[in-house]
């Protein structure tokens, strides 16, 4: 997926975000964000620290996973293709902590969206 792309789904996330948290929680919203492709994860990132949210980014599995465990997270922006794991497994286990999740990734067949909505992500 292109920058542009990208551009346009970071500020659908940041609007999806605007409309669901309520303006003095949006502060202590903590937000875990994966995602391994570096100019991407800026994007985003900035998008979302500019609209007042507290994001967490991390580039691998092995990392999420540690955080997901030691941290809590009130959302998580997963991307589905990491270079040392699956996203979709990530997706399970915020699912199985209770976290909120989104999957934001180049992926578009509608048998991988069909699984990730199976497994637990509220939207893609």
Not at 92 to 104: D, F, K
């Amino acid at each position: 997926m292109d920058v542009e792309n990208f551009r346009c789904s970071s500020l659908w996330v940041a609007g999806l975000l605007q409309r669901e948290v309520s303006g003095s929680m949006k502060y202590n919203t903590r937000i875990i964000y994966v995602e391994d492709e570096q100019e991407t994860a800026d994007i985003v990132s900035a998008y979302l620290a500019h609209a007042g949210y507290c994001v967490s980014h991390l580039t691998t599995h092995k990392s999420a996973q540690k955080a997901l465990y030691e941290e809590n997270f009130d959302l998580a922006i997963l991307d589905i293709v990491l270079p040392d794991g699956s996203g979709l497994e990530l997706l399970q286990n915020a699912v199985a902590q209770g976290v909120p999740s989104i999957l934001l990734s180049a992926k578009k067949s509608e048998s991988e969206r069909i699984e990730g909505f199976r497994l637990g992500a509220v939207n893609w």
